[in-house]
């Protein structure tokens, strides 16, 4: 891919699934039992390293809280990757908010 190109609809969907299955196996070689990680937290943890990348989400405190058995915590720690250069971004703020709450959904 290079700037300018254009794609269809069906060739973003299959990129975009590519993505997500790579994202998804780097995600779960740093969870220490990704397996038993609650479905709607694993979606939001997915959210989550799809968008900050694999490397800082492994080093996270979501994922040592999640490491930890603390699915809770984990959740409640999405929000602090709320900055894009530096700075606080609205939109990722709302991002953060969505996934923390389709994550605390799941820990009830």
Known sequence: MKL????????????????????????????????????????????????????????????RRANAGDFRGACNAIPMWNRAGGQVVPGLINRRADEQRLCLEGTR
Do not use: H, W
């Not at 790579?22 to 989550?48: H, I, Q, T």
């Open 4 to 63: 300018g190109d254009s794609y269809t609809v069906d060739q973003c969907q299959v990129m975009l699934g590519d993505a997500l299955i790579e994202f998804e196996a780097g995600m779960r070689k740093c969870l220490a039992a990704p397996d038993a990680v609650p479905d709607k937290p694993y979606v939001a943890f997915l959210s989550l390293s799809y968008n900050i990348g694999t490397g800082a989400f492994c080093g996270s405190t979501v994922a």
